[in-house]
């Protein structure tokens, strides 16, 4: 990846990333996947993109993203991961909710919603190809997973600061002015977060019915006080 000016501003640093790419509108998605460049080994694809209408933000696994979504709706101040609302229409039942948080107050006028942790264990090989406008993160043999964080920037705010060890993977204009700015950062799990992923994805294999040929699986797992997104492979 070719680092460029890309900068934007968040907890005192700087972030740079890939260029050629300029802000999307609203209801535009940003596409991407992890990927490992020695074994072409990939996770699944993600898409992120706001609302059309309403200052809302939406995250979702493509396969999965007729079914399960994870969304900020502005107006409760909330985030939630749930049945979309089509799927549940379909199955005739109740919409349900597998995690609600609340929003955290924008500070300096940013704010971070749901990190995405792909572990690079759970990169697995795939006959598709990927689209030339899905983003490929590549993962370093140094790191053992990649964050996807996300950062809401409040109408107005232009201060650039810095974040080290990160690119920029694009920006996503938001119906009330703002923007949502989503970058990687590779990293090094611990072996006590090793052990938790790794029990995990244990569970999941005992109880989540596979809904995909390539066995991957999307869940929520709790760390402190935050809820994070993983991106695993059950098989």
Known sequence: ?????????????????TD????????????FLAVEPSTRNWSSTWRIWTGKKVDDVYICEAKSGG???????NDWGKWRVAMTKEASDAKGIQRPVLSEQARRMPVGGWSEGTTLLISCADLRPSSESIPNDVIRIPTSP????????????EPGISTLKAIQEAFALGVVKRHNGGAAY????????????????????????????????????????????HRLLVDLALN
């Open 1 to 17: 990846m070719r680092e460029t000016s890309l900068v934007f501003a968040y907890d005192q640093q700087v972030i740079s990333g």
């Open 182 to 225: 989503v970058f990687a950062e590779r990293t090094a799990l611990d072996s006590e977060q090793h052990e938790s992923l790794a029990a995990f994805r244990a569970d999941a294999r005992t109880s989540v019915p596979l809904e995909h040929q390539d066995g991957r699986f999307v869940g929520v797992l709790a760390v402190d006080e």
């Open 20 to 31: 050629g790419r300029p802000p999307l509108p609203p209801g535009k998605a940003l596409k």
């Open 142 to 153: 140094t790191h053992s997973a990649v964050g996807v964080r996300l950062l809401l920037q």
């Open 67 to 73: 079914q399960w979504k994870t969304s900020l709706h």
